[in-house]
């Protein structure tokens, strides 16, 4: 198979040119139409600068015209680099300072900031904009190595900035390629698509998942239980995170007649609990796939399609994907059965970090596998279970946050003396972002969540910020979150 993304979008586009490949409130679109929008699109760039590997920073809302800004940017040979349209100012300004990209598409509200952010070296436009003047003619699809970077994804780090993850042609490509094998992807197949397409989960697998395979998918522009349960008549997957799960739960209209039609639930992007992987299946007669992958490394592991799909496991790892256990300290390679760190290595591994050779070198160990920072074993029948994170991450409805984010904004207050950022169980996030502080003087903690969402974009905002005369530490001075984690546990329960 060609590396190139472009190639095998095209494959698909020709094969089956009549077929939907979206539909959205409004319409359906063809891949016939959907390529020959990306081929105008892509000349429209290339009018503005766009020129291959350059970066095309998108923060716009989730749309068709979105997904066709993303083709159109594979097609001229650029580098597409989504965000997640709650970020704020400060959080913008530093992935465009940081990419350098040669234009940024936006929201209409937000072409003044964009003007502000980035040193403004960047063209700024917005979807509209773009959409008004398209030429005539296609744009031929600029040919890349399957090396070159196709779309940068940032993630959080532990400590310090976010890291730009250069994801390459081959490494999309080739995840894809395998995802539809393994879970049977066909053009018979219609993806109920409710997850943003700003993160690696609903732009490359959900929707290389239906591209690669002349399937169908239909739009809609967040999760709704009730919109979601209605689709599922006509429809045969859906792809979520674990809180779609929880919520479809909790929706009475959610039953077994609901979800006949129905050939394949999938979750992932956070732990999908046993009890509502059961709890799934006694209402509705179907066993959720649960799946394991990262920013970096696209999927990693799978439950079967036919075999066990095993409820508090992530299942083997994948076709193409080599996954050890390793001691986290010294790279020790564990027997099968102990827990450490999991490391892996692929075609669908990234290529590294944007402009950060040394943090790239940090988190790969010398003979090229990837350290992802999550914990787990395999057990006797090869399949993966997580057990927590070696890095200081929360995830909360499928989304990660890094709390020394969170914490150098409240410390850097004068009415925090020190503050720990917390995940503590939440019954709809999964885990909820709380943050303990010691106050210095008057403090008034719904001000300061207010204050913070100024900053952080608002699945950062700690759900909660409760006060302690001091905060618990260990001998060393550091504090002790695994306490503070106990303590809170039951701050949601109920
Ligand atoms: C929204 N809020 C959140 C979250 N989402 N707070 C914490 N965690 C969240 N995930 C905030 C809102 O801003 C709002 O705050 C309040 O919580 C209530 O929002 P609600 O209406 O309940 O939220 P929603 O719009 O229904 O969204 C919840 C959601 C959504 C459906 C779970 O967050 C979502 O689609 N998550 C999926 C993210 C995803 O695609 N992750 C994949 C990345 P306020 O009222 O204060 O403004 S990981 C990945 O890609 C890897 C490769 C992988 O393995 O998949
Ligand atoms: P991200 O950086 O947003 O791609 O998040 C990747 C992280 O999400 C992984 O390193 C895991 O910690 C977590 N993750 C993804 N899928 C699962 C899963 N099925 N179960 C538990 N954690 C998961």
């Known amino acids: 198979m060609s590396g190139d993304l472009y190639s095998r979008f095209a494959q698909s586009f020709e094969r089956f040119s009549d077929s939907v490949l979206v539909e959205d409130g409004a319409r359906a679109w063809t891949y016939g139409e959907i390529a020959a929008m990306a081929g105008r699109l892509a000349g429209r760039l290339q009018a503005l600068g766009v020129a291959a590997g350059e970066r095309v920073l998108v923060q716009t809302d989730k749309s068709v015209e979105t ?151 239909v739009f809609l522009p967040k999760f709704e239980s009730g919109r979601v349960i209605e689709l599922m008549a006509d429809s045969t997957v859906l792809m979520g995170v674990p809180t779609f799960y929880i919520r479809l739960l909790a929706d009475p209209a959610f039953t077994r007649e609901s979800a006949a039609n129905m050939r394949l639930f999938i979750s992932g992007s956070a732990p999908l609990s046993a009890d509502i992987h059961r709890a799934f299946e006694q209402r509705s007669g179907h066993r959720v796939l649960e799946r394991y992958g990262m920013t970096e490394t696209g999927m990693l592991t799978s439950n079967p399609y036919d075999g066990e799909r095993r409820a508090g496991f992530v299942g083997p790892p994948l076709p193409g994907v080599s996954l050890r256990i390793a001691e986290f300290e010294t790279g020790k390679v564990l027997p099968q059965g102990e827990v450490g760190i999991v490391e892996v290595k692929g075609p669908n591994v990234f290529k590294g970090y944007w402009q950060m050779p040394e943090k790239t070198a940090a988190e790969f160990r010398p003979d090229g596998y990837f350290i992802t920072g999550d914990m787990g074993f395999i057990d006797a029948d090869g399949y993966v279970q997580l057990v927590g994170r070696e890095k200081d991450l929360i995830i909360s409805g499928g989304l990660n946050v890094y709390p020394a984010e969170v914490e150098a904004l409240l410390d850097d207050r004068e009415d925090v003396g020190e503050a720990a950022v917390i995940g503590v169980p939440h019954p709809d996030f999964g885990e909820a972002v709380v943050a303990v502080v010691q106050p210095v003087g008057a403090f ?51």
């Not at 409710?194 to 993160?199: D, G, R, T, W, Y």
Request: aromatic residues 8%; glycine residues 6%.
């Open 67 to 217: 997904l066709i800004l993303y083709f159109a940017t594979i097609r001229a040979g650029a580098i597409y680099l989504p965000l997640n349209i709650d970020y704020t100012e400060s959080e913008l300004d530093y992935f465009a300072t940081d990419a350098t990209p040669v234009l940024a598409v936006c929201r209409d509200q937000s072409v003044d900031l964009f003007g502000r952010i980035g040193g403004g070296a960047m063209q700024v436009t917005t979807l509209a904009q773009l959409f008004a003047e398209l030429p005539e003619a296609e744009a031929p699809p600029v040919p890349r190595a399957s090396d070159d970077v196709a779309a940068i994804l940032y993630t959080s780090g532990t400590t310090g900035k976010p890291k730009g993850a250069m994801l390459t042609q081959a490494n999309l490509a080739s995840n894809g390629e395998m995802l539809i094998d393994f879970w049977r992807f066909t053009s018979e197949d219609r993806l109920i698509h409710a997850l943003p397409i700003f993160h690696v989960h609903g732009l490359f697998i959900a929707v290389h998942c239906v591209l690669f395979s002349g399937a169908s998918m």
């Open 444 to 494: 008034d903690a719904d001000a300061v969540r207010e204050e913070l969402r100024k900053d952080l974009a608002a699945f950062k905002v700690p759900k909660m910020i409760l006060t302690m005369e001091s905060l618990p530490r260990n001998t060393m001075g550091k504090i002790q979150k695994k306490l503070l984690r106990e303590q809170y546990a039951d701050l949601f329960a109920g």
